[in-house]
Nanobody, 122 residues
Framework: QVQLVESGGRSVQAGGSLRLSCAAS????????MGWFRQAPGKEREFLAR????????YYADSVKGRFAISRDNANNMVYLQMNSLEPEDTGVYYC???????????????WGQGTQVTVSS
């Protein structure tokens, strides 16, 4: 069992930055890959970023390459999403997820956070 608790979502101006955090408990964090997803109004849940259990390998959706960065701190059971150069199109509910590597690119990860709202205004 893994429990994920997210924090950091808020309203920001376009061009601003924000860091989302996800605190994990239960199973050792390094056992799983981790990822970030978002769901924009009227859209399906979208993959954003993935990181391997050790943090060595990362992968990003084209829509966020060069702007977002995923990282993890396994010693403290934390995963982060640093978001820079935010745009109104980045508005949505952001979710962290944990699971085997192959489940993070898709939306089939077995463990999810509750979601945190990010609103980017122009």
């Amino acid at each position: 069992q893994v429990q994920l608790v997210e924090s950091g979502g808020r309203s920001v101006q376009a061009g601003g930055s924000l860091r989302l955090s996800c605190a994990a408990s239960g199973r050792t964090l390094s056992s799983y890959a981790m990822g970030w997803f978002r769901q924009a109004p009227g859209k399906e849940r979208e993959f954003l970023a993935r990181i391997s259990g050790t943090g060595v390998t990362t992968y990003y959706a084209d829509s966020v390459k060069g702007r977002f960065a995923i990282s993890r701190d396994n010693a403290n059971n934390m995963v982060y999403l640093q978001m820079n150069s935010l745009e109104p199109e980045d508005t949505g509910v952001y979710y962290c997820a944990a699971g085997p590597w192959s489940t993070i690119l898709a939306t089939t990860a077995p463990y999810w956070g509750q979601g945190t709202q990010v609103t980017v205004s122009s």
